[in-house]
């Protein structure tokens, strides 16, 4: 496919999906429900952490842990302050696939030390005080390992930034990524045009469709490919594109 076509493809479907109308059938719609930013970080990484498998079961099990939010002043932040994760300690029965309520519990508690113990205003404060670098210096490198040594030991985080790390990439996209539409523009530890697309299957089979990569892997290496590519549609905001390229190979079967 030649490049006049795929760029008008993607512009195309990138004004149909990047709309209000998306947010109500994709997760972020959580951390939507909230306006204090601690309350948006904690719902976002919950939200984003959970946010593998079928959609469907994915909306379900985050609104079962959100209901848990409405009991405490529906504030996920006095929710982490108020230990009312507790109750899940040592309960190794399914929460979501492989994900065990401990392993909820687990996550809590991080997000516990972090914002009670260690006294931080946010967790981009946290990751902030990690990267050892000036301010407004930060790399989309530098700030996905900070989240990934930070929640390092939790299950579903990765190990290191060798895979896509999707759901981390994803997380960055909602917070970082300000369009006045779906994505917050809540942090600033690093500009918008220096993410990376979160690369799952979808854009990942689009994206070989519409030859954005040659590669055969879903890996790290693909996503920031990936994303050369469509700086060349969208110089400042690539990851834009993750609405037409995830929308559309949903809605068509990976094909055009």
């Known amino acids: 496919m030649n490049q006049s076509k795929t760029t008008d493809i993607i512009v195309s479907l ?28 904690i719902s976002a990484l919950l939200s984003s952490w959970i946010a593998y498998g079928n ?33 899940y300690k040592d309960n190794d029965t ?4 492989f994900y065990k309520w401990n392993d909820y519990y687990n996550l809590c508690q991080r997000l516990y030390d972090i914002y009670i113990e260690q006294g931080f205003a946010s967790l981009e404060d946290k990751l902030d005080c ?10 989309f490198s530098d700030v996905l390992l900070a989240l990934i040594n930070v929640f390092s030991g939790i299950t579903g985080i990765p190990k290191d930034d060798s895979s896509a790390c999707k759901r981390l990439c994803m997380l960055l996209r909602w ?5 006045n539409i779906v994505d917050f523009g809540l942090w600033h530890i690093i500009s918008p045009k220096d993410l ?20 055969n892997t879903a890996s790290m290496e693909t996503a920031m490919e990936i994303t050369q590519s469509l700086k060349a ?24």
Do not use: W
């Open 14 to 41: 990138a004004k149909e999906y990047n709309n209000k109308s998306f947010i109500a059938k994709d997760p972020i719609s959580f951390p939507h429900r909230f306006t204090d930013k601690k309350d948006i970080e």
């Open 55 to 87: 959609r469907k079961a994915i909306l379900q099990t985050l609104n079962t842990l959100h209901q848990d939010f409405e009991k405490v002043s529906n504030s996920p932040f006095s929710f982490i302050k108020n230990r009312g994760f507790a109750k």
């Open 94 to 97: 399914c929460l979501y696939r």
């Open 130 to 139: 990690m990267i050892a670098k000036p301010k407004n210096a930060a790399t």
């Open 175 to 179: 917070l970082v990524r300000d369009d």
């Open 196 to 215: 990376v697309i979160p690369l799952d299957t979808h854009v990942f089979q689009m994206s070989k469709t519409l030859g954005l990569t040659q590669r």
């Open 233 to 256: 549609i969208f110089p400042q905001d690539a990851t834009k594109a993750d609405f037409a390229l995830f929308g559309y190979g949903v809605a068509n079967d990976n094909k055009i």
